[in-house]
């Protein structure tokens, strides 16, 4: 699995976001963190691997952006 990468999209402004980006055997996955929670673009990452791997990025990506926040 490649590096879990984590863009802060429009700081400070009312639609702020964090986007994810990682990819995976090949296939390229990004999600929309708002509001608590990681939203899949097409193609969701379920569709290529099974659900515990698809939780373990997430939490990945979980720890990544809280470590982000707290800095």
Do not use: T
């Not at 863009?7 to 980006?21: A, D, N, P």
């Amino acid at each position: 699995m490649e590096d879990i990468e984590i863009k802060e999209m429009f700081k400070g402004q009312v639609h702020e976001h964090c986007k994810i980006s990682v990819n995976v055997d090949g296939y390229d996955y990004s999600a929309i963190y708002l509001d608590g929670e990681l939203n899949w673009f097409r193609p969701h990452p379920n569709l290529h691997m099974g659900e515990h791997q698809v939780k373990e990025i997430e939490s990945k990506a979980y720890d990544k952006i809280k470590r982000n926040e707290e800095k």
